[in-house]
């Protein structure tokens, strides 16, 4: 079945650290690739994704790349900002049009002091 | 902005009690969905609705039922609330995929439920 492994949290990081939160993936085929971002009392939302083999999803200064030869997906970013504390949910839909469920990793706390 | 909201940000009931979770979204998507979301175990999912009145069991559906009349509206209901069931959930909705079209879920809020 598929399934998604992320790194354990919590993860605390200094202002203006850099971030990597790991995630690899165990699918059938060539599934697509997403991160989502929850912050605090809000539900999630779409941070960015990858829909094949070597793309790069990015926004807000965030970057994961698709690496099919290793099945990672892991989520980066420069220079973290408080604002940026929040869980990180990696996740993973099966390619096919007939299966709409998403797969996903347990979640990441991220927490970033001043 | 696709819009979906959650009748309740907070709600406590007691064992035994039955209880109504409501989502509604404003973008008249085929699919919604609703999940669990519990620390250590990440997201998941309960049941989804592809279409009204059509319904499938997600990995937990034990406890839980669902109703879908109107196309903007999902319903979660836990006939019989147990403590066990104290949780966050959270619903969802997204168009149907098609080829060549980026997939995304859109979530609520989310309704924290604790049963005493």
């Known amino acids: 079945g598929n399934s998604v492994t992320q790194m354990e949290g919590p993860v605390t990081l200094s202002e203006e650290a850099f971030l990597t939160i790991n995630c690899t993936y165990t699918?059938?085929?060539?599934?697509?690739l997403f991160w989502y971002v929850q912050y605090p009392g809000e539900g999630l939302q779409l941070l960015l994704k990858a829909t094949k083999a070597d793309d790069k999803g990015s926004n807000k200064g965030f970057e994961a790349t698709y690496r099919k030869e290793t099945t990672s997906f892991h989520l980066e970013k420069g220079s973290v900002q408080v604002s940026d504390s929040a869980v990180y949910f990696c996740?993973?839909?099966?390619?096919?049009?007939?299966?709409?469920?998403?797969?996903f990793g347990k979640g990441t706390l991220l927490t970033v002091n001043p | 902005d696709v819009k979906v909201t959650q009748s309740s940000r907070y709600l406590v009931k007691r064992t035994g009690e039955k209880v109504f979770l409501e989502c509604v979204q404003d973008?008249?998507?085929?699919?919604m969905f609703w999940y669990r979301q519990d620390p250590g175990l990440g997201l998941r999912l309960i049941y989804f609705?592809?279409?009204?009145?059509?319904?499938e069991k997600g990995d937990i559906p034990e406890g839980y039922s669902v109703s879908r009349e109107k196309k903007e509206r999902f319903s979660l209901i836990l006939e019989s609330a147990s403590t066990n069931q104290t949780s966050m959930y959270l619903c969802?909705?997204?168009?149907?995929?098609?080829?060549?079209?980026?997939?995304?879920?859109?979530f609520g809020p989310g309704t924290r439920l604790t049963v005493t």
């Open positions: 699918a059938t085929g060539y599934p697509s």
């Open positions: 609705s592809y279409d009204v009145k059509m319904k």
């Open positions: 969802a909705s997204s168009p149907i995929w098609e080829q060549g079209m980026t997939y995304e879920q859109y």
């Open positions: 973008m008249d998507h085929e699919n």
């Open positions: 996740a993973l839909k099966p390619r096919g049009g007939s299966n709409y469920k998403l797969t």
